[in-house]
């Protein structure tokens, strides 16, 4: 089975965020997609089959380590680049992507051979509460002056589930999660938490047992981009660059706008360059 690697939310090789992805993968099971993800150790897998009957219609299934995700944004960008890669005629090319929990439109660009760049439009957002977590800075090993004061934690989607947790200074560079929070975060409604300077426009953002961390996160840079423009940190429909990976030495660049106003955000986009690094095929399929 034919792969490509490629590094995404960055315009060179060897930084942003690798991501496997299987271009035909007709006939996988879910249990073949789960070992192979694991096999090949990247963040996140992406498997896609082609639409009948649309040419620019795919399936698309996300695997992390743990199992298939409902949705996620550095897999659907990478892949976009590679189907455009592969299959585009124009310089231009729009993607629907049908995930397991819904469809999404990913537009991509060539930019030059191996290069190239494309924007997922996450759909609106929905804000889902802010809770009041006693002792929150001190899940990350921080203290509650490290907490940004004038933005309050707040859980809310683009796809997937984030606490966003603002924080300021040299907060993110000491940050650690201290255990795990799987269960602290589902009491909360939430899936994932989301450390963000809103003044550095920087982020982190580990798996929830703190083992992992993730480089450039597509999904969580969505949720952030609503966060910061509900708090009118950015404008309606301006795009910014929000930084991601510093600390893990691949650092990754995301654009990210959101529209709209307060909790009315209509629409939510990241965005970013993708450059190739590998291809090969698996000679042969777990059973």
């Known amino acids: 089975m034919h792969y490509l690697h490629v590094d995404v939310f960055s315009s060179q090789p060897y930084s942003g965020n690798s991501l496997a992805v299987f271009p035909d993968a007709v006939g996988l099971?879910?249990?073949?997609?789960?070992?192979?993800?694991?096999?090949?150790?990247?963040?996140?897998?992406?498997?896609l089959a082609r639409h009948p009957a649309h040419d620019r219609a795919w399936g698309a299934r996300v695997f992390d380590l743990a199992g298939e995700l409902d949705f996620a944004g550095h897999p659907l960008i990478g892949a976009a680049c590679v189907l455009h890669a592969l299959h585009g005629v124009d310089d231009?090319?729009?993607?629907?992507?049908?995930?397991?929990a819904r469809t999404v439109e990913v537009t991509?660009?060539?930019?030059?051979?191996?290069?190239?760049t494309a924007v997922l439009d996450q759909g609106p957002a929905a804000f889902l509460g802010r809770p009041d977590i006693p002792g929150l800075a001190s899940w990350f090993s921080l203290e509650a002056r490290d907490l940004d004061p004038d933005l309050p934690p707040e859980v809310l989607s683009t796809g997937l589930r984030y606490l966003m947790v603002p924080v300021r200074g040299d907060a993110l560079e000491h940050a650690r999660i201290a255990h795990d929070l799987e269960a602290p975060l589902a009491a909360l409604g939430a899936q994932f938490a989301y450390l963000l300077d809103a003044t550095a426009l920087e982020?982190?953002?580990?798996?929830?047992?703190?083992?992992?961390?993730?480089?450039?996160?597509?999904?969580?840079a969505g949720c952030a981009a609503a966060y910061l423009r509900r708090h009118s940190r950015i404008g309606d429909g301006e795009t910014v660059t929000l930084h991601q990976g510093r600390l893990t030495g691949r650092a990754g660049r995301m654009a990210i706008s959101a529209h709209g106003e307060g909790q009315d955000i209509r629409s939510v986009t990241v965005g970013g360059e993708v450059a190739f690094v590998a291809e090969g095929h698996l000679k042969?399929?777990?059973a």
Request: charged share 30%; no cysteine.
């Open 29 to 47: 099971s879910g249990q073949q997609m789960t070992r192979i993800t694991r096999e090949m150790r990247h963040f996140e897998s992406v498997f």
């Open 92 to 100: 231009t090319e729009t993607w629907r992507l049908k995930l397991k």
């Open 108 to 116: 991509s660009r060539r930019r030059a051979a191996g290069r190239y």
């Open 203 to 220: 982020g982190r953002h580990w798996n929830n047992d703190g083992l992992l961390e993730d480089v450039a996160t597509g999904s969580g």
């Open 284 to 286: 042969e399929l777990p």
